[in-house]
């Protein structure tokens, strides 16, 4: 039987396997022989394979900068944004203007380019979800990073950014860097420094926000951040032992709060949501929505971890005062069928629902109306915050009303309630294989 070597396959059966490969492993096999090097050092062959097989189906690879990009630098910078794809909160308190927005945002793909999105309530007593698109991320055909933001969240994704650029429609736009702080941390910043070379006709003149971040020099030359510091300490130091140093000093300051001034947007960091989404082994974890008792929807973060598990407000974490509307440490789902006790306590009750028009808020269900309503587990809610909210004695104050149930319902969703109160809270997915449920683009 005849021998086959891998130079004896097709080009085309070369390179789809090669795609498989990770870079590192790539370079290896390029070792081997000249043939194999020419066949890994090609852009337009191999290297457009291998992001046409990863990211093919979530974006138009050709699209990525003009189609005049080098493949192999996109695979290298969509490598690093793909940790992008999925929920982050704010994190830190509300010291800027900026942070009045919602602090949860959702990284998509696009045609050609990358797309952070504000995710917030409808506050309507439904269900949905409003997305306002804020941040756009894209490569110049040289692989230069272009990123800008609409600090109202207005922001609209055209395609091309030189179009945008020449028609006008990027002045209000502020440029920004994110930069990666590990992998579930991203800071958002203003741009400060030198013009993007590629557009620096077209931009110069329109709007001193569009810069690419390389420095901080206050005249907007080149220079790393620790250089401007260490020359900014120097000089301080120098004003004021100097003569006339204290009227030089007083200036300089004078200086640095007007460029202050000129800021369009305060820093922000966001902290990547890992666990989004339910699993088979933790089937509440992740990012829900329901109804609460001023009629209007809210999100709810759920989250296992050594003691048990914990569900809390996503507009609590930003703000530092997150008190978990449930805990429990008692993570046992008790299977149907249940006692007639447990069916009782569950029918009378009232759940909390998404309006329909003009309809009441609190619809009864019965303990099977549909076969996706079918309740499938049960779990004991052992304490919550009120159960131990503690008074001056020590003593809790309501420790009867910190018991309450959940219901996990066969589609998977689930619900909660207290026996403080007569009220089920259903709460809804928020995300299914990658994409926000019932989103209403604003």
Same mark, same amino acid.
């Given at each position: 039987?005849?021998?086959?070597?891998?130079?004896?396959?097709?080009?085309?059966?070369?390179?789809?396997?090669?795609?498989?490969?990770?870079? @590192?492993?790539?370079?290896?096999?390029?070792?081997?022989? @000249?043939?194999?090097?020419?066949?890994?050092?090609?852009?337009?062959?191999?290297?457009?394979?291998?992001?046409?097989? +990863?990211?093919?189906?979530?974006?138009q690879i050709k699209k990525w900068g003009d189609g005049k990009i080098a493949y192999k630098l996109l695979y290298k910078n969509l490598s690093e944004w793909e940790n992008l794809i999925g929920f982050w909160r704010r994190s830190g308190g509300q010291l800027a203007a900026n942070f009045s927005s919602p602090p949860l945002i959702f990284f998509e793909w696009g045609p050609s380019f990358l797309a952070g999105s504000r995710v917030s309530p409808s506050h309507d007593g439904t269900y949905n979800v409003?997305?306002?698109?804020?941040?756009?991320?894209?490569?110049?055909?040289?692989?230069?990073?272009?990123?800008?933001?609409?600090?109202?969240?207005?922001?609209?994704?055209?395609?091309?950014?030189?179009?945008?650029?020449?028609?006008?429609?990027?002045?209000?736009?502020?440029?920004?860097?994110?930069?990666?702080m590990g992998g579930c941390h991203v800071l958002v910043e203003e741009n400060y420094s030198s013009f993007y070379p590629e557009y620096r006709s077209i931009v110069l003149g329109k709007s001193p926000s569009l810069l690419n971040l390389n420095s901080r020099t206050e005249d907007g030359g080149e220079g790393s951040s620790e250089e401007c510091l260490v020359t900014e300490m120097y000089t301080q130091l120098a004003n004021k032992i100097?003569?006339?140093?204290?009227?030089?000093? +007083? @200036?300089?300051?004078? @200086?640095?709060?007007?460029?202050?001034? +000129?800021?369009?947007?305060?820093?922000e960091h966001f902290v990547k949501i890992v666990d989004f989404s339910p699993t088979?082994?933790?089937?509440?974890?992740?990012?829900?929505?329901?109804?609460?008792?001023?009629?209007?929807?809210?999100f709810y973060l759920v989250a296992y971890d050594v003691g048990g598990i914990i569900c809390r407000r996503v507009s609590d974490l930003s703000s530092g005062s997150a008190a978990p509307v449930f805990w429990t440490s008692n993570t046992t789902l008790i299977k149907f069928p249940f006692s007639p006790d447990e069916?009782?306590?569950?029918?009378?009750?009232?759940? +909390?629902?998404?309006?329909?028009?003009?309809?009441p808020i609190h619809c009864q269900h019965p303990w099977r109306e549909t076969e996706d309503e079918v309740v499938s587990h049960i779990m004991y809610i052992n304490s919550s915050y009120d159960l131990v909210v503690r008074d001056s004695s020590g003593i809790s104050a309501n420790p009867p009303q910190g018991q309450g149930r959940i219901w996990q319902y066969k589609d998977g969703t689930f619900g909660f309630g207290f026996f403080w109160d007569n009220f089920i809270t259903d709460l809804k997915r928020m995300v299914e294989d990658g994409c926000l449920l019932d989103a209403v683009e604003v």
């Amino acid at each position: 039987m005849e021998s086959f070597s891998f130079s004896d396959f097709p080009e085309d059966v070369q390179l789809t396997v090669l795609s498989f490969l990770s870079p @590192k492993e790539i370079a290896t096999f390029a070792c081997t022989s @000249k043939q194999f090097g020419s066949l890994c050092n090609s852009d337009h062959k191999l290297w457009y394979s291998v992001c046409e097989r +990863r990211w093919g189906a979530e974006t138009q690879i050709k699209k990525w900068g003009d189609g005049k990009i080098a493949y192999k630098l996109l695979y290298k910078n969509l490598s690093e944004w793909e940790n992008l794809i999925g929920f982050w909160r704010r994190s830190g308190g509300q010291l800027a203007a900026n942070f009045s927005s919602p602090p949860l945002i959702f990284f998509e793909w696009g045609p050609s380019f990358l797309a952070g999105s504000r995710v917030s309530p409808s506050h309507d007593g439904t269900y949905n979800v409003l997305k306002s698109p804020f941040l756009w991320m894209s490569l110049s055909p040289d692989g230069e990073m272009v990123n800008f933001l609409q600090p109202n969240g207005e922001i609209k994704l055209w395609d091309d950014f030189v179009k945008c650029c020449q028609l006008g429609f990027v002045e209000d736009f502020v440029s920004v860097n994110v930069n990666f702080m590990g992998g579930c941390h991203v800071l958002v910043e203003e741009n400060y420094s030198s013009f993007y070379p590629e557009y620096r006709s077209i931009v110069l003149g329109k709007s001193p926000s569009l810069l690419n971040l390389n420095s901080r020099t206050e005249d907007g030359g080149e220079g790393s951040s620790e250089e401007c510091l260490v020359t900014e300490m120097y000089t301080q130091l120098a004003n004021k032992i100097s003569p006339g140093g204290e009227r030089a000093w +007083r @200036k300089q300051r004078k @200086k640095e709060k007007e460029r202050q001034g +000129r800021r369009r947007w305060e820093p922000e960091h966001f902290v990547k949501i890992v666990d989004f989404s339910p699993t088979p082994a933790r089937p509440l974890q992740g990012l829900w929505k329901g109804i609460c008792d001023d009629i209007n929807s809210d999100f709810y973060l759920v989250a296992y971890d050594v003691g048990g598990i914990i569900c809390r407000r996503v507009s609590d974490l930003s703000s530092g005062s997150a008190a978990p509307v449930f805990w429990t440490s008692n993570t046992t789902l008790i299977k149907f069928p249940f006692s007639p006790d447990e069916e009782y306590l569950y029918d009378s009750r009232l759940h +909390r629902c998404a309006l329909a028009a003009a309809n009441p808020i609190h619809c009864q269900h019965p303990w099977r109306e549909t076969e996706d309503e079918v309740v499938s587990h049960i779990m004991y809610i052992n304490s919550s915050y009120d159960l131990v909210v503690r008074d001056s004695s020590g003593i809790s104050a309501n420790p009867p009303q910190g018991q309450g149930r959940i219901w996990q319902y066969k589609d998977g969703t689930f619900g909660f309630g207290f026996f403080w109160d007569n009220f089920i809270t259903d709460l809804k997915r928020m995300v299914e294989d990658g994409c926000l449920l019932d989103a209403v683009e604003v």
